[in-house]
């Protein structure tokens, strides 16, 4: 089917000190991250609160990663149809995860925070428009069971 998309990742667990999960500090919380066909593993850890390793991606940041990405590119995808050109396209997204005590927790919300550069001036309040369509059509947020909010900037190129 066309309209039915699936995807396969790998994982490995490369943690195990010699003692296994023998105690919650026992053990180590880097893994690997792969997909068929990618150049580069995603080298992956626990938050470092969560006694993780804060060189490596965790997966809290992994996801607030992932709706960014999917905004910018149904942005660009809905700029490109309304005749909106885009030069330049940033991204600051924060998230905030709320633990729930009894060693759980959830994301609360994500708030992105896009700055994007449009080529003439007569697009930039079409271009602040359009990011609730980006919004509608971003499958990672449809996804999610939290807000996901946007606080655009849009400028004009020099």
């Not at 580069?40 to 993780?52: C, K, L, M, Q």
């Not at 059509?137 to 996901?148: G, L, N, T, Y």
Request: aromatic share 6%.
């Amino acid at each position: 089917m066309r309209d039915v998309h699936s995807y396969e990742v790998e994982l490995d667990w490369l943690g195990n000190r010699g003692e296994g999960t023998a105690s919650y500090r026992a053990y180590g919380r880097a893994h690997r991250l792969e997909a068929a066909g990618k150049l580069h593993p995603i080298e992956g850890s626990s938050d470092r609160v969560f006694h993780g390793d804060r060189e490596r991606w965790n997966p809290e940041e992994l996801l607030v990663g992932a709706l960014s990405q999917c905004h910018m590119l149904s942005y660009l995808h809905v700029a490109t149809n309304h005749g909106v050109v885009v030069v330049g396209y940033t991204d600051r997204a924060t998230g905030t995860m709320r633990e729930d005590g009894r060693g759980g927790g959830a994301f609360t919300e994500v708030t992105l925070h896009p700055r994007v550069v449009v080529r003439d001036a007569d697009m930039a309040e079409r271009a602040a428009a359009l990011h609730a369509e980006a919004a509608e059509k971003c499958f990672i947020a449809a996804s999610v069971a939290f807000p996901v909010r946007h606080e655009p900037e849009v400028v004009v190129a020099d």
